[in-house]
């Protein structure tokens, strides 16, 4: 297994607050769907967000892909192959339909709006999520618009997929469907989850945060 993605010592703390990460060091290879739990404020979604530069650490370093990322300019370029699936998909989704968020994100990569569209087709093919193209994403249900929210991140073909508490609200259905789409997708994967049945059909290894730290 190829190693992807690396932290060493993260530190962060919001301001006024006592640090949420302290010395957060894990790794993520190839193939690997990475399970990451642990008590409510923890520090998980920080975490995710940090990765993808939305936050910044005041020490310790992020790698991937052979390299390090530090300023926002190297955050751009590692957006385009590192996705972050929010946990509230309304945070994500802010067009008028389902269609033109999807092809929000291949647009913004520079693609013409023919091919920004044959993307938003083959995601929404890929995902068995055809029938949502013209749908008014407001008046999606929440675990639609959860899906419709995975697709966005597709869309921008990353290799690496964040996912934060993906299985808030949906009933049972919706699970079983997200299941399946994640555990057929080749991307590797961090997933903060505290849904452990879920967690045991799609992760194939687990860490713990706690105290700020990797247990």
Known sequence: M???LETRNLVYAYPGFAPCLNGVSFSLNSGERLGLVGDNGAGKSTLLHLLVGLDKPSDGTISAFGRDFKTEEDFRILRRR???VFQDPDDQLFCPTVAEDIAFGPLNLGY????AMAI???TLEALHLTEFRDRV???LSGGQ???VSLATVLA???EILLLDEPTNALDEGTRKRLIDILTDLPQSMIIVSHDRAFREEVV???ILMEGGQIC
């Open 112 to 115: 013409s709006k023919d091919e």
């Open 204 to 206: 194939t290894r687990t």
């Open 156 to 158: 921008m073909k990353p």
């Open 82 to 84: 590192v996705g972050l």
């Open 2 to 4: 190829a190693l992807l």
């Open 120 to 122: 938003v087709d083959e």
């Open 145 to 147: 618009k959860r899906l």
């Open 137 to 139: 994403t407001y008046k």
